[in-house]
């Protein structure tokens, strides 16, 4: 049960972390990018942004296993990650307890 508690622990931190990161880049790292000139923290935030993006997708698999997710869910989750806000929802839906 405890390393159940660990993958769900740790995608909730990963999808706020992964929703934080897209709103960087909307928000702040682009606007700075293209109104001015400014590239380094696009270049920064966007990686870090496709690293979380990466480890959220593939913490669907063991978080869905956990929670018993259909696929619908999963699908949702993984949709959820290309949405501004998404992955709060599924925060606040799927995953807190």
């Known amino acids: ?3 159940n508690n660990k993958i769900i622990s740790l995608m909730r931190i990963v999808a706020i ?3 934080l990161s897209y709103l960087f880049l909307f928000f702040v790292s682009m606007p700075l990018k293209y109104m001015a000139d400014m590239p380094l923290p696009n270049k920064i935030g966007g990686m870090f942004h496709g690293i979380l993006f990466i480890a959220y997708i593939l913490l669907i ?3 869905a296993k956990v929670l018993n997710w259909g696929g619908k869910t999963k699908a949702l989750a993984a949709l959820a990650s290309i949405l501004p806000f998404g992955t709060f929802y599924i925060d606040k839906k ?3 307890q």
């Open 17 to 19: 972390l992964e929703g």
């Open 1 to 3: 049960m405890g390393s």
């Open 61 to 63: 698999f063991p978080t």
């Open 94 to 96: 799927y995953l807190q």
